[in-house]
């Protein structure tokens, strides 16, 4: 248990310690005066006695000479005035004729005395023998009177002592330490103080002065405070380049015009607003280019709304208006067109000399039919205006409760994903490719499939747009990676190998920087050779960055890695991107297959794919082969590599192997 000193107040504290400083000395001083004064009365004493004993002796050596008992008895008398001495005792008188001892005393019975013998002698003969009993309490009495003496100095003495450093303490401490409190309890008071005066100029009045420089510049933080607060207040509810109020103003000003609405059996509509194409003009024109047309397309807002109507900018190309009164939905309908007008209009960029054309995706919910809270109701307006991006964008739609089923359900899907990745529910099925000139297996595209734990096997397009999407796909493509490359060297180590294998790489995997690395170890890991994998991207992942995309498959060519373009002609295809990244492989989409060769549009695009790829020197796949005469048709046009259900769906990897060893023992016979 650890002992802690009591608290005490300064004026406490130095009071205790005049006490313990005055007093104690006191007493002090008080105890070592007793001990000197007895070691310097007992030798005083000890000369006295001797001296009254010498004194006594003559008084009676006469009267003892004579034998007079009269004068003896005188003597004694005048030998007991003395104040030390107690009892006279005359004894041994010389000549005798009896004996006879003269006593006389003083003192009480009781008292302790001190006995002192001497002799008696005149002209040297011994007549008598002389005992004085002195008061053995004589030296303590002359102590304790020198000690009531000093009590006496010594109390007066720290009377006056306490009374003179009180009156000191109080005027130049305690005072000034009171006025430093009062001074010190205005420093952070909102109204204005008159300094307080200090005409001390030691340590106290230094400090008082502070106080006062302090109080100043406090006053002034204050103000610079104040100042601050109504810009910070500003800043925390309007959008800092627009000026037009942020989500956070716009959800009180929603709360006093729904509580209006309610009263008066009216209602109001929330519009989300997203701009389209906005990022290409903030990426080609640059940021402050950008800046302006946000400018520019919220002044528009304003002018086409009426006064009673809010806009707010809510972050980015993304803006909320709540049009208060807003009547029935086709009144709303007509604002919304009205806007989507405003906003598609030429809006020139003087910062970039140019002019910009954007138009707006909008997702609008009717209060109080679609939410009660302006949460809700945003959350219902973003799901209808991405409803709005799906149908094509530059339009408006209208909340449907569908649309928050399908956002729960997308929700669902999203964590049921992640839980499948982490689970390892995932799995590869693998089509062949096959040679139809020889019938030869010369390779397989590996395909993700998902054995969902109550939904059973699932197809990659119930859950690869959600993956691109929430951004899963990057660890979904890191698993395909991993996943094929071990079973390569599964197959490998059995003694049988399927050909190439391919993977299909998302554009967001494919513009991850940290791809060649990953490849790079995957290709150790499992000692997979060059030539032995390769990539498959569409050609909307390559077009997108030309040049960061041949930079990308310069590091794939330098592993060993091939890379093929899928669904060759669906795309935005240039001749001149095909020439410089001089791609492996070209796989013609099943959808120019489809109708072979009956339509006459699919086999002129057909023919003109395979034509260009063998004059490049790339080889050609044909994707979707379903009937003979598609194969044959294509072999015809000397696409001899295919794919499709007619020569083999996608399959376990299991059945793959006794695929190979099936064309193994074949080609043994």
Partial sequence: MTLRWPSLSIRA????????????????????DDHVSR???????????????VLATAVVTEPAWTLSEQGLKAAADRILQEPSVCAVEVRDLQPTQGPMTITAQRCPAGLPVVARDAPVLHEGQLVANLRLSFDATEIDQLVAQRQRIMWWLVAVQVVVGVMVLLGVLSLRLLRPIHRLKLQASTLAARDSV????WRQRDELGQLGQHLNTVRARIQELFEELETKNKQLSKMAMYDHLTGLPNRTLLRELFQHEAATARRQTQSCALLFIDLDRFKAVND????????????????????????????CRVSGDEFLVLLTQAGHWEQVSVTAERLLRAIQAPLPLQRAASTAQ???SMGIALFPADGEDFETLARCADLAMYKSKDMGKGRYSFYQPDLDIAFRSRLALERELLQGIARHELLLHYQPVFDVSSGRLVGCEALVRWMHPQRGLLMPGTFIQTAEETGLIRELGLWTLDAACAQLASWKAAGLHPGRVAINVSALQFRDQRLPQVLHTALQTYDIQPGELELELTESTLMS??????ATVASLRELGVALAIDDFGTGYSSLSYIKRLRPDKLKIDRSFVKDLPADADDRALTEAIISIAHSLSIAV?????????????????????QQGYLLGRPMPAQQLLALMAEQESDALV
């Fill in 545 to 550: 960055d030309t040049e960061s995309a041949q």
């Fill in 194 to 197: 008159p300094s307080v005066p």
């Fill in 39 to 53: 070691a310097a009365h007992e030798p005083l004493v000890q000369r006295n006695r001797a001296a009254v004993l």
């Fill in 358 to 360: 954007v138009n707006a």
């Fill in 13 to 32: 504290t130095v009071l205790a310690a005049i006490v313990v400083g005055v007093v104690l000395p006191a007493l002090v001083l008080l105890g070592v």
């Fill in 284 to 311: 080609t024109m640059g940021h402050a280019a950008g800046d302006e047309l946000l400018l520019g397309v919220s002044r528009r807002l304003v002018a086409t709304l009426r006064e009673s109507d809010i806009v």
């Fill in 621 to 641: 796949v044909a994707e979707g082969v379903e009937t003979p005469e598609q194969r044959d048709y294509l072999r015809g046009q000397g696409c001899i590599l």
